[in-house]
């Protein structure tokens, strides 16, 4: 512990609340001392965005002086102090310094933490393993080890699948007219009919509308690999965005270049728009539920049509694949949207992602691997809690997983608790998972030296398992994605309002409490048969069958009543 102070905590659900507050490198702690039953907070300090003071020498209110705390996970905190002594300046000296590490050349917490873990988290995604599960490489797609030294693309895994009669002298020639380098490369394969899901950045057409014909033949063979009449390119943006970038250098496959693709503009807005439709519904949520006019407070967040567009953008991409007809996803730089719908189309079209190992592969893969910059869209550490860069396209693609889950219950391994886990972690610092910007950037340490998320959550699979999962890997699923099927997640955005509660649906509680009586009753029946065969019972012995069934043949016997 760093420091230990008396504090009232302004609670906007029960008032002024005295009570002790306890900072470690890792967590604030508050607990109260009059209120019964006590109320508690746990706030990992990588979750703070933004520490301030609060009142002045001269602030008079009860309670006008101390402490206010803006948090990336839906909540604030406030804090009032007594103006003597200098507890408010320690607080605040301690807060700014463990909650932003990175801007006073600390470690983060993930480099301090000494857990263990039964199973190393780090081993759960290995790309050849990946690949060769898709059934990679073949005829017509190789593995290529350009990027080994991260020469081609700094941002993008070292090992790549591309078109098998692509050379690397080709690959690098695309890179020099792709954003970033981001070249088109496959992030996963049909099976049945060989359709594609590619992923990439913007082409460097610029204002003069500028062509490469490396890049144009390229993509042919990504079209041809599996005999596709006209490859789809699904650019996220909005036509508008996309014409605009084209001043920065950047723009789109234009027809009289690429004859042989259709261009799509999925619509989906940038980082910034994403941010501040966050922001909206923070303001309609927390603390205070918007109740008067509750629909149409929500409405003007934009959140939900935000959600929708992914979702839809997905449901193309993977609708086109179910045809039979390869894709190339890019937004500017293919670091955001395109995770967003290249794992959203994934989810819906392979039953593997929708276990609970497979979504940390699908995760660790379109998103850690190939580089979503989760240092700059978050801040881990960071101070600047105004940068441009801070975005929330991963908690906007986790609540797409979410609604997906709410339309088919029965089709994913994992439950809400798992995502929510995810989320709090995103912000945590606790575990080297989702720290850095890209592969390159992940300094070696951070396998060594950090414990992975999936380590944690592995350890204990059974609290993130799904009692209702039914595994059917070979259906497609498609979402309803219109406005009227999608439900904000509640349980997620307006979780600190006490007056929501944090509970099991009826059903699922059911069912945890059918399993338990089924344990239990496996458990008497071993203690049978044990004593059964026990040498003190051979009387009870000679009355049993020569094979007796084993526990697990003799529950199909067991009638739980509902």
């Given at each position: 512990t760093l420091c230990k102070y008396y504090i009232i905590y302004m609670c906007p659900f029960n008032g002024a609340l005295k009570g002790k507050v306890f900072i470690t490198n890792y967590r604030l702690y508050f607990k109260s001392a009059d209120a019964d039953p006590a109320v508690t907070l746990n706030v990992p300090l990588g979750v703070i965005g933004r520490v301030e003071k609060m009142g002045g020498a001269s602030s008079r209110g009860e309670n006008s002086y101390g402490l206010d705390i803006t948090c990336?996970?839906?909540?604030?905190?406030?804090?009032?102090?007594?103006?003597?002594?200098?507890?408010?300046?320690?607080?605040?000296?301690?807060?700014?310094?463990?909650?932003?590490?990175?801007?006073?050349?600390?470690?983060?917490?993930?480099?301090?933490?000494?857990?263990?873990?039964?199973?190393?988290?780090?081993?759960?995604?290995?790309?050849?393993?990946?690949?060769?599960?898709?059934?990679?490489?073949?005829?017509?797609?190789?593995?290529?080890?350009?990027?080994?030294?991260?020469?081609?693309?700094?941002?993008?895994?070292?090992?790549?699948?591309?078109?098998?009669?692509?050379?690397?002298?080709?690959?690098?020639?695309?890179?020099?007219?792709?954003?970033?380098?981001?070249?088109?490369?496959?992030?996963?394969?049909?099976?049945?009919?060989?359709?594609?899901?590619?992923?990439?950045?913007?082409?460097?057409?610029?204002?003069?509308?500028?062509r490469n014909k490396d890049d144009e033949r390229y993509l042919d063979l990504i079209r041809e690999a599996n005999g596709t009449a006209k490859l789809t390119i699904y650019d996220a943006r909005p036509s508008v965005n996309a014409v605009a970038n084209k001043a920065t250098g950047g723009g789109y496959e234009g027809d009289d270049a690429y004859q042989n693709a259709e261009l799509v503009f999925l619509d989906i807005h940038n980082i910034h728009v994403m941010r501040e439709s966050l922001k909206k519904l923070k303001d309609i949520v927390y603390p205070n539920v918007e109740e008067s006019h509750w629909l149409s407070s929500l409405e003007s967040?934009?959140?939900?049509?935000?959600?929708?567009?992914?979702?839809?953008?997905?449901?193309?991409?993977?609708?086109?694949?179910?045809?039979?007809?390869?894709?190339?996803?890019?937004?500017?730089?293919?670091?955001?949207?395109?995770?967003?719908?290249?794992?959203?189309?994934?989810?819906?079209?392979?039953?593997?992602?929708r276990t609970l190992r497979g979504f940390q592969v699908l995760l660790e893969k379109e998103w850690i691997s190939f580089g979503h910059k989760f240092a700059s869209r978050i801040g881990h550490g960071d101070k600047n809690h105004a940068d441009q860069d801070r975005s929330p396209i991963f908690v906007q693609f986790i609540d797409c997983v979410w609604q997906m889950t709410k339309q088919f219950p029965t089709a994913f391994e994992f439950n809400e608790r798992l995502l929510v886990t995810i989320l709090d972690h995103l912000f945590s610092?606790?575990?080297?998972?989702?720290?850095?910007?890209?592969?390159?950037?992940?300094?070696?340490?951070?396998?060594?030296?950090?414990?992975?998320?999936?380590?944690?959550?592995?350890?204990?699979?059974?609290?993130?398992?799904?009692?209702?999962?039914?595994?059917?890997?070979?259906?497609?699923?498609?979402?309803?994605?219109?406005?009227?099927?999608?439900?904000?997640?509640?349980?997620?955005?307006?979780?600190?309002?006490?007056?929501?509660r944090q509970q099991q649906s009826p059903v699922e509680q059911r069912y945890m409490e059918l399993l338990a009586l089924r344990d239990e009753y496996l458990k008497k029946l071993e203690e049978l048969q044990l004593t059964d065969s026990s040498p003190n019972s051979s009387h009870l012995s000679n009355s049993s069958t020569p094979n007796a069934a084993s526990p697990t043949q003799h529950i199909t016997h067991l009638h739980t009543p509902f």
């Open positions: 990336k996970d839906m909540r604030n905190l406030r804090f009032a102090l007594k103006q003597e002594g200098h507890s408010r300046r320690d607080i605040f000296d301690i807060l700014f310094r463990y909650a932003f590490p990175v801007s006073h050349g600390l470690p983060v917490f993930a480099y301090l933490s000494q857990e263990k873990y039964e199973e190393n988290g780090w081993n759960v995604f290995k790309p050849m393993e990946e690949f060769r599960r898709q059934g990679l490489p073949n005829e017509k797609w190789r593995i290529t080890f350009v990027n080994e030294t991260y020469e081609l693309c700094d941002t993008y895994p070292t090992i790549l699948a591309v078109p098998f009669r692509s050379s690397d002298e080709d690959l690098r020639k695309v890179s020099a007219f792709r954003s970033r380098g981001r070249i088109p490369v496959l992030s996963w394969i049909h099976r049945e009919n060989q359709a594609v899901i590619c992923r990439c950045s913007q082409p460097l057409v610029g204002m003069s509308g500028k967040t934009h959140w939900l049509e935000h959600i929708k567009l992914v979702i839809s953008g997905a449901i193309q991409v993977a609708d086109k694949i179910s045809g039979g007809n390869s894709v190339v996803v890019h937004c500017s730089d293919g670091w955001d949207r395109t995770a967003q719908l290249t794992s959203l189309a994934m989810l819906m079209l392979d039953g593997h992602y610092c606790r575990f080297g998972t989702f720290l850095y910007n890209c592969e390159s950037a992940r300094d070696t340490n951070v396998r060594s030296k950090t414990v992975s998320l999936w380590s944690l959550v592995n350890s204990e699979a059974s609290s993130y398992q799904n009692p209702f999962y039914t595994p059917e890997c070979s259906r497609v699923l498609y979402p309803v994605a219109s406005m009227r099927h999608l439900e904000l997640w509640v349980t997620y955005y307006i979780r600190w309002n006490p007056r929501i």
